[in-house]
T-cell receptor, first 113, second 115 residues
Framework: NAGVTQTPKFQVLKTGQSMTLQCAQDMNHEYMSWYRQDPGMGLRLIHYSVGAGITDQGEVPNGYNVSRSTTEDFPLRLLSAAPSQTSVYFC????????????FGDGTRLSIL | AQSVTQPDIHITVSEGASLELRCNYSYGATPYLFWYVQSPGQGLQLLLKYFSGDTLVQGIKGFEAEFKRSQSSFNLRKPSVHWSDAAEYFCAVGDEYSSASKIIFGSGTRLSIRP
């Protein structure tokens, strides 16, 4: 039972570099989301998707891109990393069946120098 | 604006003592409410959820929460805490008109257990 798998678990980048955080789920969930978690601020929604080919912005989308070409995968791209993007990133998935909660990955800890 | 407030940033209780973590929400529609727990270095695990019906909901690990519409609250309780309950706890809210992707989280309460 893999659930939601995030890779890598840790990453250090230099300012201006780009990278992609990977997220995959094997539960055939329609909904997927990306959050960032910063101290004292809980989780803030970056982007979300309600199905393959459909994405939308959350609370804090600037500096991030997403795509959803398959049901299973929902990668998050940092186009030009900035120190303000140092955070822990969580991917989550959920079934579209009413009343189903989100399932979370274990997170990616990203540091931007 | 929709929001979730967890007024206690950090709480310390003795092992075996009772626990109550506070959560207040502001939401225009009928709220769907959740409590999640996060152990260090881990993702979030769902403790319990409320959608409708009985306002006292039971969750995993001996936790329960009570929905009080008049107070816009959804406080989490446990009669007797164990050292393994030390973690961060998040309250979250959504509604039946938004997808499960759009859940608003509180800022969290860190629980420490005194031996």
């Amino acid at each position: 039972n893999a659930g939601v798998t995030q890779t890598p678990k840790f990453q250090v980048l230099k300012t201006g570099q780009s990278m992609t955080l990977q997220c995959a789920q094997d539960m055939n969930h329609e909904y997927m989301s990306w959050y960032r978690q910063d101290p004292g601020m809980g989780l803030r929604l970056i982007h979300y998707s309600v199905g393959a080919g459909i994405t939308d912005q959350g609370e804090v989308p600037n500096g991030y891109n997403v795509s959803r070409s398959t049901t299973e995968d929902f990668p998050l791209r940092l186009l030009s990393a900035a120190p303000s993007q140092t955070s822990v990133y969580f991917c989550a998935s959920a079934s579209r069946v009413l009343n189903q909660p989100q399932h979370f990955g274990d997170g990616t800890r990203l540091s931007i120098l | 604006a929709q929001s979730v407030t967890q007024p206690d940033i950090h709480i310390t209780v003795s092992e075996g003592a009772s626990l109550e973590l506070r959560c207040n929400y502001s939401y225009g529609a009928t709220p769907y409410l959740f409590w999640y727990v996060q152990s260090p270095g881990q993702g979030l695990q769902l403790l319990l959820k409320y959608f409708s019906g009985d306002t006292l909901v039971q969750g995993i690990k001996g936790f329960e929460a009570e929905f009080k519409r008049s107070q816009s609250s959804f406080n989490l309780r446990k009669p007797s805490v164990h050292w393994s309950d030390a973690a961060e706890y998040f309250c979250a809210v959504g509604d039946e008109y938004s997808s499960a992707s759009k859940i608003i989280f509180g800022s969290g309460t860190r629980l420490s257990i005194r031996p």
